[in-house]
């Protein structure tokens, strides 16, 4: 049985490549929707609409969330809100 633990911490195996932190902590994913143990839904935004990391990050979400045995793995973005780093990590990053 796929769990939300099990995901969250597959996503904190995948960084940023330009910030250098997972995206959970980074606060990008805004939602996990688990239908089924084989279909997930995330609601998930980048860290600017342009982010020429975006495709790369949705491709490593998708080999994580396979690898727990998910088959349909349906990735949303949006940018409402946008993305802005949480005070506790721009204590983190030193802004």
């Known amino acids: ?23 959970w902590t980074m606060g990008i994913i805004y939602e996990i929707n688990i239908k089924s143990d084989d279909e997930v839904h995330i609601l998930m935004t980048y860290t600017t609409p342009m982010c020429p990391f975006g495709p790369q990050l949705n491709q490593q979400i998708k080999e994580k969330l396979h690898d727990l045995g998910v088959k349909t793995i349906d990735i949303e973005l949006t940018f409402i809100p946008p993305w802005k780093p949480s005070e506790e990590l721009r204590l983190m990053l030193g802004i």
């Not at 796929?2 to 932190?21: G, M, Q, S, W």
Request: charged share 30%.
């Open 1 to 23: 049985m796929i769990t939300r633990d099990a995901i969250i911490a597959e996503f904190k195996t995948v960084f940023d490549p330009e910030i250098n932190l997972d995206i």
